[in-house]
């Protein structure tokens, strides 16, 4: 096994074990959710590259520190960490147009992730992990700040990134909902739908809190069981 840290091995162990699991080389008795990943994939046709794409945003964190430059990199690894994930679940639950739902799946992993991002800024920044984008934060005036201090998201600088930020999320939020209408009613609808209703309920808890993430914000477990009791009737 790939020792902790190394990325490009872990990532061509990874792969070699999946190619061979979609081969059925793999022995499976001790592994019995590999059995039943390969059933899934080859009944619904899942494309093995999008689980190699999945493989590298697994692997994209395993070397400690993490700087982005730009949006265009953010994206870039929330499209591989998270909309991958939507993805591969675009053909288990086989929404109506497939072309149309891929762009909102997309979407809707990018946005949940930034919602991540947002709430797990001052965790991340104990890990030496930072996925604000630099120049944004060179723009809005915290470049250099040192995000395991509190006090940081009490300033104003702080406080008008996070609106921005969040505003992101939200715009995504909005194009994946385009998307919920085309999955089945058979309980997938509801259940995606569920997801974002929860993810959205995290950014509010954060803006209610006046953008303050020095704590984890969180939907508590009965604020769930009401998000999925309302969504039964959208």
Not at 48 to 62: F, P, R
Request: charged share 25%; hydrophobic share 40%; with cysteine.
């Amino acid at each position: 096994m790939a020792p902790p840290g190394c990325r490009k091995q872990a990532t061509k162990e990874l792969r070699e074990f999946t190619a061979k699991l979609f081969q059925g080389d793999i022995h499976t008795e001790q592994l019995a959710w590999a059995e039943a990943f390969r059933d899934t994939c080859l009944k619904c046709q899942v494309p093995i590259e999008l689980c190699y794409e999945l493989i590298h945003g697994v692997c994209l964190d395993a070397e400690g520190k993490v700087q982005i430059p730009n949006w265009y990199a953010l994206r870039e690894y929330c499209y591989y960490v998270a909309s991958v994930v939507g993805l591969l679940m675009l053909y288990v639950l086989e929404p109506a147009d497939f072309s149309q739902a891929r762009a909102h799946a997309v979407d809707m992993g990018i946005g949940m992730q930034l919602t991540n991002i947002l709430r797990d800024v001052r965790e991340d920044a104990f890990l030496g992990r930072c996925y604000l984008p630099h120049d944004e934060l060179v723009h809005f005036g915290l470049d250099g700040r040192d995000f395991r201090d509190e006090k940081v998201y009490r300033s104003r600088e702080w406080k008008s990134y996070a609106v921005f930020f969040a505003e992101r999320a939200r715009q995504h939020y909005c194009s994946a909902a385009k998307g919920i209408s085309l999955l089945p009613q058979d309980g997938s609808r509801y259940c995606v739908l569920c997801m974002q209703q929860i993810y959205q309920a995290i950014l509010d808890k954060i803006q209610s809190a006046d953008w303050d993430v020095s704590q984890r914000r969180y939907v508590s477990f009965l604020e769930k069981l009401l998000i999925a009791w309302r969504a039964r009737k959208l």
